[in-house]
């Protein structure tokens, strides 16, 4: 029987579709059963579904749509099977976490208005008949979100997650301290928050920004993040891109008698974190803290971008890399690394860092290989796992056409095409390369994107589609984009202010008065 997926026009791309005849319609005497374990998805389903579409979807013995665990079934950690008949609907799963991909499916399949917050008057919520077979190309597919540089409500964290989830997109990495501003909450540290969380403009605009996160709001995020399948990995930035912390505590850099303020300018600081004992002290107090609040597996330490010249002029610096005879003090880079992540993994954590040449971060560490994709390969080759991140075609800060009124943004394009063909394992690599790639990610940088609504137009459509060649193995330009015209009524209905995939609709587009050039691509 013939595949017909761009009719269906699902995002991503599932492994395999057949359309069968007929529909199946969902009204208020449709029940639900869920099998033992498929409870939590069951209770999912009709959360995404209700505000839309009033159905109940009540749990009964005989409800015509299933939800079945079946732990013997070859699906993978995220494969699911999901069919569709003028009978009934079927969705099973090896592991909750494919049932939880197979609920995005099946909203997907409704009408794009079961995807909206406004009760709709139909009463019935009809479903294409299909048999899917699914599962993802890479494990980890995610997007990173600066709140450091301009800080954003936990109410849009959480319509973030909902997105990624609809996309079966499975890690959110939250970079919460950089030199602009300190979001998380730590008890023995209160100044972190109270005066690293606040900078008095940013670069140059003369407003006061200011912002952090309360542990409950952090709490209540990771959970609703894990009901949906989506795992939290928390950025802590240390020893560079610090200077939001060091103007809370002076003492923790390298001039304790030189008061500073967190960063007005974009860009890279020179002013780095001290390398004497206190300092280590402090960044496991909190570490120790950020392992309470956000449970999944990995950290991110940061690691990127650390000037030495603050060490080189410190002669207590100097000192400490002769007595850990290292080379100099530009050695105290991995020297200290090292040490966070030794306390990291004494916490049962993985640690994460950015890597800038594939040989800057201990073996320890999974790196994300951002400046080139070549620094992945290296890192690959010398025992790193990899998540790719090139900048080139993963970082959504940069504008996505060269058009004058598109607005502003890093020096340089990305274009929707451009995020569609990244390929986090080349052809070129060699297979113990190809085997450290977990999957990769999109980053929104957000010097240049201050609110909710600029960051969903940095972010959509491409996010599609790095999500697109994340989960499935299928490349297919040409598809992708007519599935993505239609996909787009399904953003419109969840008013998701993406750019337009037709770039003749985006006249609206506010002007690119603002475009600030940097030296290079930086965090």
Known sequence: MPDHRTDLALVPRPD???????????????????????????????ELLAPATGLPLAPRPDGRLTLRLDPAADDGDEGYRLTVTTTGVLLGAARPEGLLRGVQTLRQLLPPEALGEPARRRTDWPLPCVRITDRPRFAWRGAMLDVARHFQPVSYVRRFVDLLALHKLNVLHLH????QGWRLPVAAYPRLTAVGGRREESAGNGTPHEGAYDRDELTALVTHAARRGVTIVPEIEMPGHARAALAAYPHLGNRPGTPLAPWTRWGVCENVLGVHDEVLDFCRTVLDEVGEIFPGPYVHLGGDECPSVEWQRSAAARARAATEGLAGPAALHGWFMRAVSTHLLSLGRRPLGWTETGTDLPTPFTVMAWLDPEHGRAAALRGHDVIMTPFRSTYLDHPQSADPAEPSGQDGV???????ENDPTPAHWEPEAVRRVLGTQAQLWTEYAPTPDRLEYQAFPR????ADTAWSGHRDWHDFRRRLDRHQTRLDALGVRGRSPHPERNASCEPRSDVRSLPS???
């Open 463 to 466: 996010l599609c589609a790095l």
């Open 414 to 420: 990305v274009t929707l095409r451009d995020v569609y």
């Open 176 to 179: 919460l301290t950089d030199d």
């Open 16 to 46: 395999s579709v057949v359309t069968l005849p007929g529909r199946f319609v969902l009204d208020r005497h449709t029940g639900m059963r869920a099998g033992p374990g498929a409870e939590d998805a069951a209770d999912l389903l009709r």
């Open 521 to 523: 691509p930086s965090h």
